[in-house]
Structures are given as structure tokens and as C-alpha cells.
């Protein structure tokens, strides 16, 4: 094994353009956020394997024999990253108390974690002892992409300890190390496995922005990371509204059915803006961005909001955030599914800092939630401690 005490951190993400219209065939544009999650293992000599998840309140523990016991006399090859085994994934939930049917986010983070472990380690000999701490700046069940940050922190944890991947190469900062694109697609593949757990058919997105990290082109189902891509400041607002995603999709698809003629121009507009951005964030990439260059992206922040008030995804409380952030001149747009959930505020690096505290107590008071963050921030990341953020270490040294 390659350590016994280390800790990673995955970002979380965010629908920058193209929402909705993905799904008809559209280009999207994924960015990671600089909110993370931590994930601290260390192996122990205990014949337990525990896990610690402070965020949702679980903290629960397995015996090596009994986890061991469920690998005797399977054919299935757990290591395959292509397909799940739905005998191990029924095994692993009557093993951890958890009921037929449960989906609560309890029950799937305890159920993806035991799969992608069983997974790494289940050609070994002995199954290793381990505690794994996991604490997130990202809220659960927001759309930020939080199970995604969890399960690439698991996986590349795990197939660290494995051997499965090698030693990562320090960065630049010399406090944090990033592994090579072969690796980088071990833990992307292993993520998937925990993210088909917990939400059954995800198009693997979310798992591949937290492992690479950037800005990610995503178009009929091939996903392309792009290349040297702007930092952008942002306002990232959740309106605690809650909302259904697989409604709110079909009632799109409904609307196109019933209206295509006036939809499908929408939906290519939409795409028109997320190739307009992507081809703008490269301008900004390759030199010195402009004022105006922010400005084309604020004003395609403002066409795309237009697009998905016409697809029948906005909300009042999504029209308040556009509102009270335009009357600072600040520019907003939904992210993810809308009806309600996050949207997104864009900073230009010039904006005054009295102007972002203002605007950040305003949707407060409205009884958002609101943080300032940025996109384009790395993707999975081996930290040193000393370099952890101190919320993180503090809660890593509890348990």
C-alpha cells in the first residue's frame, strides 16, 4: 500500500450552458466548481472497514470476514468497470441494514462506497482495514453534482491504496498532486460504477467534471474536456426550492411535442450559445480576456436564461435571483434543471468587492443560500495536510 494516512478533494459542478437541450442532442458546457469535497483514508489494523459521513449525520463500521465472506464462490469479475453486478449491489445493501428500495442518500452513498471498495480490492488476499472520513463544502441533492465529488474521492482513494495507481505528480503549488489522464480515467470509470448506484442511468458528467476538473463540451454522449480554459469568478445561489428533475425533463419534452416548430429553434439557439461560449472562453484562454469578452458572456447569460423561461424550467424564485442581482449590473442564470434549485451569478474580475457583499446579503435575506466561488477549479487532487482547508482538517481530526 502506498500510504496509510492521505487525504483527496473533487469539485463539485455546474451547467454553465446548454441545460435541457442536452438532452435533445444539444452541446452542453460542465464546469467544476471550487467547492469541494475532502475525503480523508487511513489504514488501521482493526478487521473493520469504517466510514464517517459527518454532512448526513451516518458514521457506520463492517467486519473484514463478513465483507469477505460475501466475495466466496462469486464468478462475477467486481473489478469490471464496465457493468455493475446486481447480486453484489443486493448483497451489500441487505449487509448494511439498508431496505429494498431505499434511496435515500444514507443508503446510496453506504451502498456506492462498499460496491467501489469490494470492487478495488476483491482479487486480494485480505480485504484491508481501512477508515475513510468524508466531509463537503457542496450541499446534497442541490444539483452541484455532491454524489459525483464523493464517489471520484472513494474511488481515487481507494484505487490509491490498491496499488491500482501510482504515485500522483506534485503540482505546481507543491501542495497538491494530480495523476496522469490514463489514471485519471481509472477513477473516472470507478466513480461511474458508484454514480450507476446512486442514480441509476447518469450520463456521466458529473463524475467526469470532478475527476478532470476545467471545462468540460459534452454532446451526444461524448464528453471532451477543454483545453487551457479561464478561471471565472461567480456567484453560485441556491434557492432551496425543491424541484424534480425527471419532471421537469419530460415536461420540456412534452412542450416540444406539443410545439415544434416554435422549440426546436429554441433548442438550437441554445446550442448556438453554448458553442458561442465555448469558443469565447478559448479567445479568453489564449490571451489577455477583455471587458469584452465578460460582457458577450453576460449577454449569453441572459439569452440562455430567455431559452429556458420558454422551455417552461424557470421559476418566481429564479426570477428574483436574475432580478436582485441585475439591479447591481450582475448577470444570472439557472443552473441544472431549474424550477427552482441553484443558478449561477457571473463576477468580472474588476467587480468591487463592496458590490459582491452587498449582492450576497441581499439573496441571503431573500432566504438563499449563497457562496462566491469560481469555475475551472482541478479536478481530483492527493493533498498534503498541511495544505487541507481547516474546516476540513478540523472535522478530519474528530473522527
Known sequence: MHAIDYIVSAPGKAILHGE?????????????????????????????????????????????????RLLQGTTADHSNLKELDGDLVKSLRELAG??????????????????????????????????????SELPTGAGLGSSAAYCVCVAAALLYTQGGISSPSPGS??????????????????AFQGEKIIHGNPSGVDNAVSTWGGILRYHAGKITPLKRVPMLRILLTNTRVPRSTKILVAGVKDKINKFPSILNPVLDSVDAV??????TLMEMAKGVPTAEHYTTLEELIDINQHHLNVMGVGHPSLDILCRVTLAR?????????????????????????????????DLKDTGYECWETSIAAPGIQLHSSHAVKEEAMNVFNRY
Open 329 to 361: 449590473g450582475l448577470h444570472s442564470k439557472l443552473t441544472g434543471a431549474g424550477g427552482g434549485g441553484c443558478g449561477i451569478t457571473l463576477l468580472r474580475p474588476d467587480t468591487d468587492a463592496v458590490v459582491v457583499q452587498s449582492t450576497v446579503q
Open 274 to 279: 453554448s458553442c458561442t461560449c465555448e469558443q
Open 173 to 190: 503549488d507543491g501542495d497538491t498532486a494530480r495523476w496522469s489522464s490514463e489514471e485519471l480515467e481509472l477513477i473516472n470509470q470507478l
Open 20 to 68: 435541457h437541450a442536452v438532452v435533445h442532442g444539444k452541446v452542453a458546457l460542465a464546469v467544476s466548481l471550487d467547492l469541494r469535497t475532502f475525503l480523508r483514508l487511513q489504514t488501521t489494523s482493526t478487521s473493520k472497514v469504517c466510514i464517517n459521513l459527518p454532512n448526513i449525520d451516518t458514521f457506520l463500521s463492517w467486519d473484514i470476514a463478513a465483507l469477505q
Open 98 to 135: 439498508i431496505e429494498e428500495g431505499s434511496t435515500d442518500t444514507r443508503s446510496m452513498a453506504v451502498s456506492a462506497f462498499l460496491y467501489m471498495y469490494l470492487s478495488t480490492f476483491g482479487k486480494t488476499k485480505v480485504l484491508p482495514s481501512v477508515t475513510v472520513t468524508v466531509w
